[in-house]
């Protein structure tokens, strides 16, 4: 996650892209009144949640350079989303 944002942060610095600015992510906060399974199950929902967003976002821009070499975070978040939902099919 470190790396892609910063990818993400130095290209739309280096582009003039302004990104949405996010203080966190939405929903962790009921995070902290969940234990054991229920933790597991909103945690993953919310991680899946935010990374079809992020692709949906990756996949639909305008073109251009920036597009491109956000391009290159696609299967990176797409192999993180595969993993969130096969972890989130395991939580009986």
Do not use: C, W
């Not at 990374?51 to 821009?61: A, R």
């Amino acid at each position: 996650h470190t790396t892609s944002l910063g990818a993400l942060k130095d290209s739309a610095k280096l582009f003039n892209v302004d990104l949405p600015k996010a203080d966190s992510t939405p929903g962790l906060e009921v995070l902290k009144n969940l234990k054991g399974k229920a933790f597991d199950k909103k945690y993953l929902m919310l991680a899946i949640q935010n990374h079809e967003e992020i692709l949906s976002l990756l996949k639909g821009g305008g073109g251009g350079r920036f597009q491109a070499i956000m391009a290159n975070l696609v299967p990176r978040i797409s192999n993180l989303l595969k993993t969130a939902k096969n972890l989130k099919g395991s939580i009986r």
